[in-house]
């Protein structure tokens, strides 16, 4: 199934633009001829969805999100200064984030373009087929626009092709769009899963949990919690109640179902021959894999086994992620080779209960016997910010298999089952899980003031029902349920505001690192104070990212900086 993944190659090519927004068109077709056909419209589509996954792998939202977090330290190595700068809200540059920015533009600009064409299509097969193309359309829309709104706060809203210079937009403009969005998508999708050979494309289910988390983030950060509507475009507005049914209808109608152990859901719980785990193994751990067994995923970015360098962002087509956080200088089994992005605040391991099998289902402790790994190598090519503690869920993964002449060799798990030579720099193919049954059960809890959700994710981890709800009980389940997803730090910035920054910096003050195997506190790391002024750096910009500078200069000065950013100078690292 690796093999053909839907959407990787793009209908249309990924050249770079320069002018603001990255939205023109440079592409032979155009929306004066384009789309024509079903096909046209669906190739258009792919080409949409395509902007999720050909992101530069610094900038790739999953990692900002994480090294932003209080879970999580920047790492990689000692001259690895981007996720280091980010994890403290500083920068290494005035464009840092430009690739991020551009791209979710271009993926904005694709849905417009789609969206403004479909009349062009002079004969669909049937109602329902437009519909399906034009729902997807407005929850990619919808999705690209809700992640930027999390990432820079406002922006410019564009909704249309035409090359624009507009300023930013203010917040509930902005969300008012994501929802009416994600509402168009709940009313035109199909009330049915996609089949396999569709897998990685948005349905109405997926919309129903989207517009969830978007209401969510909303209401917490602009509004305390304090609404019990949201506004739609055109003076329409969104109640809270809708929010619930739009949950319940996801919960009880959509077929997605959470799976019996939290584990099977992540690579490492891979059963095959070659595999050696000892932690898999001691637990009977199963992997359910990626074509179609897993009921708990809804929504999830697809990734292949044609990663390369053959053409420009083919690298794309294979998981960056898991390369950006996997150890450094050393191939393992089962944790294989990476640039050591992501280690794990101690604190976390030290305070989530033992009881709970999520706690070392998500977290590797290097000196643990029971995880079976030998000759760890600390310090490895300059690892920075080191705890010994790494995540568990984006890894690279490895097996031992033999070889043609009976040796044994170390390779990626995609070697085995795909079939593909191993290099470890595109090797991996797990595909990032953005949206599952867990979190939908658990917002459903947040909306209600209810303790269903939370019990159920409680039970499939062994720990006792709570007697009574409490935004407490609710915010640690979030915590140990959704751990390295990429979920924490927007969670903390919507219970929290600009004011996440105190409990961040508290969870967080005193954890020991090693510095290329040297013992300090994330305190005192490069002696610069910057990890001090972690919680006014977070009221300085809001918890929002630097715009990137270019944009600004091609806007002419329509668009201006975030707040918090305005001196360049003195917010670099």
């Not at 927004?21 to 384009?34: A, G, I, P, Q, R």
């Not at 969805?49 to 610094?58: A, D, F, V």
């Not at 690895?80 to 980010?86: F, L, N, S, V, Y």
């Not at 004011?499 to 002696?527: H, L, P, S, Y």
Request: glycine content about 8%; some cysteine.
């Amino acid at each position: 199934m690796k093999r053909y993944i839907i959407y990787f190659i793009a209908a249309f090519t990924m050249a770079g633009c320069s002018d603001f927004l990255d939205s023109e068109n440079l592409v032979k077709k155009n929306n004066s001829n384009f789309p024509v056909s079903p096909n046209d419209a669906l190739q258009s589509l792919y080409g949409a969805y395509s902007n999720m996954i050909t992101i530069e792998p610094s900038q790739h939202p999953h990692l900002i999100a994480e090294i932003m977090s209080d879970d999580r330290f920047g790492g990689g190595g000692q001259n690895d200064r981007d996720p280091q700068a980010t994890s403290v809200f500083k920068a290494t540059s005035a464009n840092q984030f430009e690739n991020l920015w551009g791209n979710y533009y271009k993926g904005i600009f694709r849905c417009n373009m789609l969206l403004q064409g479909l009349d062009l299509v002079e004969k669909w097969d049937s109602p329902e087929q437009r519909n399906k193309i034009e729902g997807e359309t407005k929850f990619l829309r919808a999705f690209y626009y809700f992640n930027m709104a999390r990432m820079w706060g406002t922006i410019p809203l564009v909704l249309d092709p035409a090359p624009q210079n507009k300023p930013k937009a203010g917040a509930d403009q902005i969300f008012a769009q994501i929802l009416t969005d994600l509402k168009d998508a709940i009313d035109l999708l199909p009330a049915q899963q996609q089949p396999v050979a569709e897998m990685g494309r948005a349905t109405k289910w997926a919309a129903q949990a989207l517009m969830a988390r978007a209401y969510l983030f909303y209401d917490g950060y602009y509004n305390q919690n304090a609404m019990a509507s949201a506004p739609l475009v055109e003076g329409a507005s969104i109640s809270s109640t809708q929010i619930v049914a739009y949950i319940d209808d996801c919960i009880n109608n959509s077929g997605y179902s959470m799976l019996e152990d939290f584990r099977n859901q992540w690579p490492y719980s891979i059963d095959i021959p070659e595999a050696n785990y000892k932690y898999a193994k001691d637990n009977n751990l199963k992997w359910v894999r990626e074509e179609g067994a897993n009921t708990e995923i809804i929504f999830a970015a697809k990734y292949s086994i044609l990663g390369s360098w053959i053409t420009p962002n083919s690298d794309k087509y294979s998981n960056q992620l898991n390369l950006f956080q996997g150890w450094r200088d050393q191939t393992q089994t089962p944790f294989g080779r990476g640039w050591g992005m992501g280690p794990v605040n101690p604190k976390l391991f030290a305070e989530w209960p033992d009881s709970d099998p999520r706690k070392k289902g998500s977290i590797c402790d290097v000196n643990d016997a029971n995880e079976g790994i030998s000759d760890f190598k600390w310090g490895g090519d300059m690892q920075w910010q080191e705890t010994g503690y790494w995540q568990k869920k984006y890894m690279p993964i490895n097996v031992t298999r033999k070889t043609s002449d009976g040796k044994d060799e170390i390779c990626n798990y995609s070697a085995v089952l795909y079939g593909r030579t191993p290099q470890f720099q595109q090797d991996n193919t797990q595909d990032i899980v953005l949206i599952r049954m867990a979190d939908v059960m658990l917002m459903h809890s947040e909306l209600t003031k209810t303790t269903q959700g939370i019990n159920a994710v409680r039970a499939r981890a062994e720990q006792s029902p709570i007697t009574a709800y409490s935004e407490q009980a609710l915010r640690q389940e979030r915590r140990y349920e959704l751990a390295f997803e990429g979920i924490r730090y927007y969670d903390m910035l919507r219970w929290y505001g600009p004011e996440a920054g105190v409990t961040m910096k508290e969870n967080m003050t005193g954890a020991a690192i090693f510095n290329m195997g040297a013992q300090t506190t994330i305190n005192a790391d490069r002696g610069n104070g910057y990890f001090n002024q972690l919680d006014q750096r977070l009221r300085e910009t809001g918890g929002f990212l630097q715009i990137p500078n270019q944009q600004i200069e091609l806007s002419d000065g329509v668009l201006t900086q975030n707040k918090g950013w305005e001196d360049g100078a003195s917010v670099m690292f």
